[in-house]
């Protein structure tokens, strides 16, 4: 059985296949204008003919500013758009971008013929391109001395950076002479040395642009060792030194804001980056201090001065402690001194004497201690507390035990 769609996906596959068609996006068309409508809403709706076919066609009030005339039943006109299925309805027509009058098809095929050229010359290509300086001091400008564009110019420069000097070369931009005089504008101002030209005017028909899609300009922007930006008509308008110039501004004003840096921004920046360098080096500056601080109490410390100061605290330090400990060691040996010496004088021959008692040796000075180292006659020596008493044995009586000596007993 074979598939069955619904009416929108057949458009939207119709839609698909219109969009990649690489004419369709793109496409000059001719014919007589019939069925004009101007909506409320801007929009202009209408039906292009010839003598065997018909086709509708709508322009939208955003793309008005490509038209430069009112569209009239019978006028015989280009419209250049793209052909697209609208898939509510599921028809097609062709929505147009821009429309001239038939008048101006021969400049229209001059235009892609030259465009194609040079493009195979080129002359289009990106490596070509030089870079506009981002920082300039002088702005040539090729444009009417009188007109709208260069007071644009003027004015959006002299607000972005007032220190920027503008040298005018006031061109003819229009006619049989303008093609020669804006060359001559080109070749001067790169003469004179400035950074940046650009070169252009106000909007226009193609035919009053037309000066800048003569080949000879389009050669000259090439050739300009200068870097050329093209402002020429309104943002919807095209030409072949647009394709040629190192930069394409869409009107005279997006020119001189493209050419000419901001210098309020700069300043603001330079501030910020003022602060940041200003924050960053404090912060460097308390650590380092704090370092610094460090290593200084590290080298008061560490120092040989300081060291010394510090050995003789100590030393101090120990000699108060050697001499405590001495005086402690002293106290403990009197203390135990006294008790010896106490102890000494229970012990001592004296005090014994002091006592009463006596001591007797014999002739030969050994101590009496028993009545068998005497016989009578011998020879003793009694000593007292004053002094001592020769004396002689005259008995020698052993102590018994049922005779003891009446001083012991007592």
Known sequence: MRNVYTVTQVNSYIKNMFTQDY???????????????????????????????????VMFAGSRSGLAFQLTEGAQVIVTGRVDVYERDGKYQ???????????????????????????????????????????????????????????????????????????????????????SIINGIRALERAGVDVIIAGRGGGSIEDLWAFNEEEVARAVFECTVPVISAVGHETDFTITDFVADLRAPTPSAAAELAVYDVKELLERMQTVRQLYTR??????????????????RLKYMSPLSRIRDKR???????????????????????????????????SPLEKLNQGYTYTSTADGKALRSVEQVEEGDRLKICVTDGFV?????????????????????
């Open 23 to 57: 004419m369709l996006r793109s496409i000059s068309v001719k014919g007589e204008i019939s069925n004009c409508k101007y909506h409320t809403s801007g929009h202009i709706y209408f039906t292009l003919k010839d003598q065997s076919g018909t086709i509708a066609c």
């Open 94 to 180: 062709l929505y147009a971008q821009k429309i001239t009058k038939q008048g101006i098809g021969d400049l229209y095929v001059r235009f892609e013929q030259l465009k194609k050229e040079l493009e195979e010359q080129g002359m289009f290509a990106a490596e070509y391109k030089r870079k506009i300086p981002k920082y300039i001091r002088t702005l040539g400008v090729v444009t009417a001395e009188t007109g709208a564009a260069v007071r644009d110019i003027i004015n959006v420069a002299g607000r972005r950076n007032p220190y920027v000097q503008i040298i005018l070369y006031p061109a003819i931009v229009q006619g049989e002479a303008a093609a020669c």
């Open 280 to 297: 960053s080096m404090e912060q460097s500056l308390r650590e380092y201090s704090l370092k610094l601080s460090g290593r200084k109490t």
């Open 313 to 347: 605290h100590m030393s101090i330090k120990l000699e108060e402690e050697l001499q405590s400990a001495m005086s402690q060691v002293i106290k403990e040996k009197k203390q135990m001194l006294s008790i010896y010496i106490e102890r000494m004088k229970g012990l």
């Open 390 to 410: 020769e004396a002689g044995v005259l008995s020698c009586h052993p102590v018994q035990e049922s005779r003891c000596c009446p001083e012991l007993q007592m």
